[in-house]
Each structure stands twice: as structure tokens, then as C-alpha cells.
């Protein structure tokens, strides 16, 4: 089943306007996936179109720094297809990196 991401308030019909957009973090899924899935959406950008994630951070270090067996304190933020992606321990969250 799709995730069905949050936002702060866009239209449907006006998803390229959205200032920010946060998808879940699932148990079973890596975080990396969760990434690119959200980024995919954020940017109407087929997830195949996008650039590799392994170019802009560190997938393994990633995956691990939010898996569910660590404690969750920690947020992280970098850089990604013009896009601010900020990871906590539960959401994803992806804005526009330019603005």
C-alpha cells in the first residue's frame, strides 16, 4: 500500500507550490527508501529520474543512524536534488533547499 504523505496544507491540484512535504517513517522500510520516495514526490520527479542518493550522503550510514533499534534523539538535514531533507526518528520531511 502507498504511503500517503503529510503536508502543510497544499491542494492536490497545486502540489508544485507545496512549501513542505513529510512522509512517515516505517518500522520495515529503510530510511533511504523513505527518502527517495518523498523527494519523488515533493519534486513530481519519477524516483528512477532522480539522481543516486549515494552521490549526496552515505545510504548505509543513513539507514542505520535511523533504524528502529537506535534511540531516536537525533535530526539530521543535508542537501538533496535542490531539496532541505530533514530526518527525525519518526517522519522524513522535505522542503525546498532554495527558499
Not at 542505520?64 to 517522519?91: I, N, Q
Amino acid at each position: 500500500m502507498a504511503e500517503t504523505p503529510l503536508t502543510d496544507g497544499g491542494f492536490e491540484d497545486s502540489r508544485p507550490d507545496q512549501s513542505v512535504i513529510v512522509f512517515p517513517l516505517k518500522e520495515q522500510g529503510l530510511t533511504s527508501h523513505t527518502v527517495l520516495r518523498a523527494v519523488s514526490e515533493f519534486t513530481d520527479t519519477p524516483i528512477l529520474d532522480l539522481p543516486p542518493l549515494v552521490d549526496t550522503i552515505e545510504v548505509d550510514f543513513l539507514d542505520e543512524m535511523f533504524s528502529p533499534d537506535t534511540d531516536g534523539s537525533t535530526d539530521f538535514s543535508f542537501k538533496y536534488y535542490d531539496c532541505l531533507v530533514t530526518v527525525t526518528a519518526d517522519t522524513v520531511r522535505v522542503s525546498d533547499a532554495n527558499k
